[in-house]
């Protein structure tokens, strides 16, 4: 174990883990002591057995359990559901309204992961951390997105197999991961897709390229964040978990 995270005698050398622990929300400061006692905790990378260690909160890297847990409280992690009619920029030289206009009462520079094009709803998460931003928009680490779509219908049977296949568009091929037909309703239908893509308007021109063009499109979900409950333009913090599942997913 290196002498960063060994028992210290100074406050000046960091806080102790246990209440680093607590104070994230992850456990009463007891139930934390156990937990580093049992070999639960790494810090940057060391399983912590010591429960006189010390860790900066502002640069520790901790894993409960193997699930990264921020205990930075400099970081800020939300999630907004975007209205349709809304730019994906934090400000618009036409003074069109943006994702920015949201954001206008908070502190610091934050990023929006990726885009939804104007006339797409749903999940769009907010960050200033920069890392985890980009790599949550690297097609290598292949975070699944997950839309619905109301499309022209009817849908043939093997429409969720085609796309499965994969189909060629104008800037290469594409494949969802998952699709489902959620619902139908005279000549329109609800299907739910799932896909690593970023590919600019990638869900409506693959829709469109085999014959359903989009009517109204949503996304639901980004990894393991969801929409749950949130009205539109409402913006909420992720919790632990939520944080947690991005950053395993992009290996932070």
Same mark, same amino acid.
């Given at each position: 174990?290196?002498?960063?995270?060994?028992?210290?005698?100074?406050?000046?050398?960091?806080?102790?883990?246990?209440?680093v622990l607590s104070q994230a929300g992850v456990a009463s400061r007891r139930a934390a002591e156990q937990m580093i006692?049992?070999?639960?905790?790494?810090?940057?990378?060391?399983?912590?057995?010591?429960? $006189?260690?010390?860790?900066?909160?502002?640069?520790?890297?901790?894993?409960?359990?193997?699930?990264?847990?921020?205990?930075?409280?400099?970081?800020?992690?939300? *999630?907004?559901?975007? &209205?349709?009619?809304?730019?994906?920029?934090?400000?618009?030289?036409?003074?069109? &309204?943006?994702?920015?206009?949201?954001?206008?009462?908070?502190?610091?520079?934050?990023?929006?992961?990726?885009?939804?094009?104007?006339? %797409?709803?749903?999940?769009?998460?907010? %960050?200033?951390?920069?890392?985890l931003a980009n790599r949550l928009m690297r097609p290598s680490y292949q975070v699944p997105k997950t839309y619905l779509?109301?499309?022209?219908?009817?849908?043939?049977?093997?429409?969720?197999?085609?796309?499965?296949?994969?189909?060629?568009?104008?800037?290469?091929?594409?494949?969802?991961?998952?699709?489902?037909?959620?619902?139908?309703?005279?000549?329109?239908?609800?299907?739910? *897709?799932?896909?690593?893509?970023?590919?600019?308007?990638?869900?409506?021109?693959?829709?469109?390229?085999?014959?359903?063009?989009?009517?109204?499109?949503?996304?639901?979900?980004?990894?393991?964040?969801?929409?749950?409950?949130?009205?539109? $333009?409402?913006?909420?913090?992720?919790?632990?978990?939520?944080? $947690?599942? *991005?950053?395993?997913?992009?290996?932070?």
């Amino acid at each position: 174990m290196t002498s960063k995270h060994s028992p210290a005698s100074s406050e000046d050398e960091g806080v102790r883990l246990q209440k680093v622990l607590s104070q994230a929300g992850v456990a009463s400061r007891r139930a934390a002591e156990q937990m580093i006692v049992e070999g639960r905790i790494e810090v940057d990378g060391e399983v912590v057995t010591e429960l $006189g260690s010390r860790v900066d909160p502002a640069s520790a890297v901790i894993h409960v359990d193997g699930m990264r847990v921020m205990v930075n409280d400099e970081l800020t992690h939300l *999630l907004l559901n975007k &209205p349709k009619g809304i730019l994906c920029t934090m400000s618009d030289d036409q003074d069109r &309204p943006c994702i920015g206009d949201y954001l206008r009462e908070r502190q610091g520079k934050l990023f929006h992961v990726g885009r939804l094009d104007v006339d %797409t709803e749903g999940l769009l998460l907010i %960050t200033n951390d920069g890392e985890l931003a980009n790599r949550l928009m690297r097609p290598s680490y292949q975070v699944p997105k997950t839309y619905l779509a109301e499309v022209l219908g009817p849908i043939p049977k093997d429409l969720g197999k085609q796309l499965r296949r994969g189909v060629q568009l104008e800037d290469g091929p594409v494949k969802v991961d998952r699709f489902k037909l959620v619902d139908v309703n005279q000549n329109r239908a609800l299907v739910e *897709l799932v896909l690593h893509e970023g590919r600019n308007r990638i869900v409506r021109r693959l829709l469109k390229h085999v014959g359903h063009p989009v009517q109204r499109l949503v996304r639901t979900a980004v990894g393991e964040v969801r929409l749950t409950n949130e009205r539109q $333009g409402a913006i909420r913090p992720l919790n632990r978990q939520e944080i $947690g599942s *991005l950053y395993r997913a992009v290996d932070m």
